[in-house]
């Protein structure tokens, strides 16, 4: 992220406005100058947890990257309005793939909002 921020927030509000090219830009000028690999990395798991809040949650999604320098790590968080009850989660490609390239991940869902968050440990 940029000179001394630990945390960055995108809101989007209408998913017809913000594609999924938009979200990647964004996230490239948060982590500019992180190390090609890493900005992959991150690059994948953040398009995942976004597709994942876009096929089924609605607007506004909340898209958090937050810098844990204690226990080194990237967090990131998409938060989603739910479109329907939680239920049981089935985990899908997508999520395979999150749970591949990520330490841990989870899903906390309260009332009619649902988070999927990521924890990327930072590289040496």
């Given at each position: 992220?940029?000179?001394?921020?630990?945390?960055?927030?995108?809101?989007?509000?209408?998913?017809?406005?913000?594609?999924?090219?938009?979200?990647?830009?964004?996230?490239?000028?948060?982590?500019?100058?992180?190390?090609?690999?890493?900005?992959?990395?991150?690059?994948?798991?953040?398009?995942?947890?976004?597709?994942?809040?876009?096929?089924?949650?609605?607007?506004?999604?909340?898209?958090?990257?937050?810098?844990?320098?204690?226990?080194?790590?990237?967090?990131?968080?998409?938060?989603?309005r739910?479109?329907?009850?939680?239920?049981?989660?089935?985990?899908?490609?997508?999520?395979?793939?999150?749970?591949?390239?990520?330490?841990?991940w989870?899903?906390?869902?309260?009332?009619?909002d649902?988070?999927?968050?990521?924890?990327?440990?930072?590289?040496?």
């Amino acid at each position: 992220m940029t000179a001394g921020n630990d945390t960055a927030v995108l809101v989007v509000q209408d998913e017809d406005t913000t594609s999924p090219a938009d979200v990647a830009a964004w996230l490239r000028d948060r982590i500019d100058g992180w190390p090609a690999p890493d900005v992959l990395l991150i690059g994948v798991v953040l398009g995942e947890l976004f597709d994942n809040a876009r096929r089924h949650g609605a607007p506004p999604f909340v898209i958090e990257l937050v810098l844990d320098h204690w226990r080194e790590r990237l967090v990131v968080s998409v938060r989603d309005r739910s479109l329907r009850p939680s239920g049981p989660w089935r985990i899908a490609a997508g999520l395979v793939l999150v749970a591949a390239l990520s330490e841990r991940w989870g899903v906390v869902s309260q009332g009619r909002d649902t988070t999927v968050w990521a924890e990327i440990p930072f590289r040496d």
